[in-house]
């Protein structure tokens, strides 16, 4: 038994209509998770511990006494 064509057309715009409802949804979704993440950034900055991590970062940057290239971690064979 075969289908009405007016009822595939239906179907098809129901179809189209919810994956239309569901981007936007994904859309709202995940600005509202970029908002959260901003806010959760900007409290980290303000922060002590965001102060010490940038304060930290800033100092790696201007040492002068740089590893030249040697390895951080070095291994050993022995004790």
Not at 14 to 39: H, I, L
């Amino acid at each position: 038994m075969g289908q009405c064509p007016c009822f595939g057309s239906a179907q098809a715009a129901e179809q189209e209509r919810r994956a239309e409802a569901d981007r936007r949804e994904s859309q709202d979704a995940r600005a509202m998770a970029a908002e959260a993440a901003q806010r959760r950034q900007e409290q980290f900055d303000k922060s002590a511990a965001g102060r010490a991590a940038k304060a930290q970062m800033k100092a790696m940057k201007e040492s002068k006494t740089s590893n030249q290239g040697e390895p951080v971690l070095k291994w050993q064979m022995g004790s």
